[in-house]
């Protein structure tokens, strides 16, 4: 439960920096989703550590969140040849994931101690791949909109987890 919540609060945390946070660069949002993305990503490998999430799936998708966090933030620092668009790609292809793997495995609720698929978890997997096929295909046209849109996904995103949060919860009260 505590995890679901600590990575409710980094949505949260994310979606505030994506709206509030005056420079709106593609740098700035970057920046932003790679941090972003390697802490969930360490958050989620603990959750799987402790055999809460669906095995495999869950792992490999925190393994990619991580990799690709370290590896646009570490290209953006080194100030390689490797453009923006590149790394928003990349950002993309790892929103993409994330949505894949929301639409597939679901959500834990109070009727289904096991993940289950749920229209919630199916709506963010389609708003995830979506936006993420939005910056794949328009990377650099989406301006202060893309900020929206991801701080959006990110309030969305920490509604399910906490909703993750209270199921996990309430399975135990039951237990």
């Known amino acids: 439960m505590w995890v679901a919540l600590l990575r409710a609060g980094l949505a949260v945390g994310l979606g505030l920096a994506l709206l509030f946070y005056p420079d709106k660069s593609r740098n700035t949002l970057l920046n932003i989703l790679a941090i972003f993305w390697i802490l969930a990503g360490a958050v989620s490998l603990l959750w799987d550590a402790h055999g809460k999430r669906p095995g495999r799936p869950s792992m490999t998708t925190s393994l990619i969140l991580i990799g690709v966090g370290l590896l646009v933030l570490v290209l953006i620092r080194m100030g390689t040849g490797v453009g923006e668009v590149v790394l ?88």
């Open 88 to 175: 928003i790609w990349l950002l993309a292809l790892v929103m993409m994931v994330t949505g894949a793997v929301h639409l597939t495995l679901g959500m834990r609720t109070r009727r289904h101690p096991t993940r289950q698929w749920s229209a919630f978890s199916f709506g963010l997997g389609i708003f995830e791949v979506l936006l993420g096929a939005l910056l794949l295909f328009a990377p650099l046209n989406w301006g202060p909109w893309l900020f929206t849109a991801a701080g959006i996904w990110a309030f969305a995103g920490a509604a399910m987890l906490m909703l993750d949060a209270y199921a996990q919860r309430s399975l135990t009260k039951t237990n």
